[in-house]
């Protein structure tokens, strides 16, 4: 089975442009996460999406969005973008949300914004 | 609310020596925790988790991990470090009441030749 998928890899952007990061969750795991990994504040949930609907959310404001696909693909968009959003963002996927799931991991999109 | 704790940032090993990353958690209700590694510009890989059953779970690239109710805690150890284990470690626990995966810090392990 191929694993979870993240489209682009890196990516370079200026303040105040938008940005989004796509997630291709491994075959047959209809639940995606998103997370933001930086060196100051370490792994920080964003949001997860269960059949197309968001079922969790973190602390984030609202310019940081999602949204999941019949085909459960998975999309996250971050609008007027900011230096502190610069970080690596992580997709996970796993075959259900609760309990005893692990999740798989991508490689991430590497996000720079100058 | 729920939480982990890494409270290492680094820890430092001899090849061929044991190695323990250390992880202890508040949760209420009962706890499913879990371990990952990230390599250097790579996502995060699973090792293992527990869920319930037996204090010692058995993971992947040798590696296991000791739950401890009384002490609420769930140490990463391995027997025989390898130089390639280098690499950061995450605990994470499972809200119950969400559903989200909380994670710990991170510990970054360094094995040395």
Redo the contacts between chains.
Sequence with gaps: KAG?T?TPRYLIKTRGQQVTLSCSPISGHRSV?W?QQTPGQ??Q?LF?YFSETQ??K?NFPGRFSGRQFSNSRSEMNVSTLELGDSALY?C?SSLV????Y???????TRLTVT | AQSVAQPEDQVNVAEGNPLTVKCTYSVSGNP?L?W?VQYP??????LL?Y?TGDNLVKGSYGFEAEFNKSQTSFHLKKPSALVSDSALY?CAV?D?N?????????TRLQVFP
């Design positions: 979870v993240q996460s997370y370490g792994l949930f997860e079922r969790n973190g992580l996970a949300t609760s309990g005893v692990e999740q798989y991991f991508g490689p991430g | 499913y879990f990952y510009n790579r996502g995060l890989q699973f988790k869920i995450f499972r119950g969400t559903d989200k995966l909380i994670f710990g810090t991170g």
